[in-house]
């Protein structure tokens, strides 16, 4: 059965940039044609995509988030990440992987000083 | 980009009541829709894929129809277990889009 588990530090200062990993069990990263994808959602609101990475290698981006993302693989790990750069406040949010309908649990991130 | 109108924002009713949530694209997107189901503290869970089809494990009470730019998620008989907020979202395209959600409360 697929797991996703997102990991990271749960703090981060503005201007800097977040970084969050997902560790994929129960199947291979790089095997199947799947979309590994990142969304947020700020604390209540709405659910909000941040971005996709096909196992082939090829990304997609939230336009509004696209000069400030990067999502990567690292198929050694079986593991994909998230980075976004210059972060305020607006940032702050749970941050969930996905692999197409099936998500991870989410992390909660805080832009604070 | 596929706009989404999700509605209504906030749905009142009652154990045993029939609801449906509309979702209504801003271009035809086929089928390539889902809905999930999310309650407080937890992650979306998915509901229903390809417009229509339930997931393994979600109650037969869900359904979901339409195709092209007009879609619904019907309930058919709530239990107190369904007071939660749905989503839906588009896979037609990239970037890839959610409706605003639904907060189905207890009348």
Known sequence: ?113 | VIWMTQSPSLLSASTGDRVTISCRMSQGISSYLAWYQQKPGKAPELLIYAASTLQSGVPSRFSGSGSGTDFTLTISCLQSEDFATYYCQQYYSFPRTFGQGTKLEIK
Do not use: H
Not at chain 1, 57 to 68: D, F
Not at chain 1, 86 to 95: F, K, N, P, Q
């Open chain 1, 1 to 113: 059965q697929l797991q996703l588990q997102e990991s990271g530090p749960g703090l981060v200062k503005p201007s800097e940039t977040l970084s969050l990993t997902c560790t994929v069990s129960g199947g291979s990263i790089s095997s199947s044609s799947y979309y590994w994808g990142w969304i947020r959602q700020p604390p209540g609101k709405g659910l909000e995509w941040i971005g996709s990475i096909y196992y082939s290698g090829s990304t997609y981006y939230n336009p509004s988030l696209k000069s400030r993302v990067t999502i990567s693989v690292d198929t050694s790990k079986n593991q994909f990440s998230l980075k976004l750069s210059s972060v305020t406040a607006a940032d702050t949010a749970v941050y969930y992987c996905a692999r197409d309908f099936i998500w991870g649990q989410g992390t909660m991130v805080t832009v604070s000083s």
